[in-house]
């Protein structure tokens, strides 16, 4: 089976968990949807680059998460969560690709 790139499920779960509280009207499906997602992408941050950094890109994730919503009073709904996904995925390559000493 291929693999998906965290980077990719992390970055969709926002933008799915988003468009399926919006099209169903049931927020709590969207959440399950998110939280699917997150879920994944931190199984997959933790086999790729360990505890520490799952943790912190599960935090970034649900910072994401909680940062779109001021965000879109800002900018709009979608550009909003287009915007913190795309963080989010920069974050996870960044994060799961540098072999950084330290």
Request: overall charge positive; aromatic content about 8%; glycine content about 14%.
């Given at each position: ?90 974050a996870s ?10």
């Amino acid at each position: 089976m291929a693999k998906v790139p965290a980077a990719a499920v992390a970055a969709s779960g926002l933008i799915g968990g988003y468009a399926v509280a919006r099209w169903t009207k049931k927020r709590p499906l969207g959440g399950v949807a998110l939280a699917a997602a997150g879920g994944v992408a931190a199984y997959e941050w933790n086999r790729q680059a360990g505890p520490r950094a799952a943790a912190g890109l599960t935090a970034a994730y649900v910072a994401a998460f909680a940062g779109s919503h001021p965000l879109a009073k800002k900018i709009g709904a979608w550009p909003s969560v287009f915007a913190v996904a795309g963080g989010m995925a920069a974050a996870s390559l960044a994060v799961t690709r540098c072999r950084c000493s330290g």
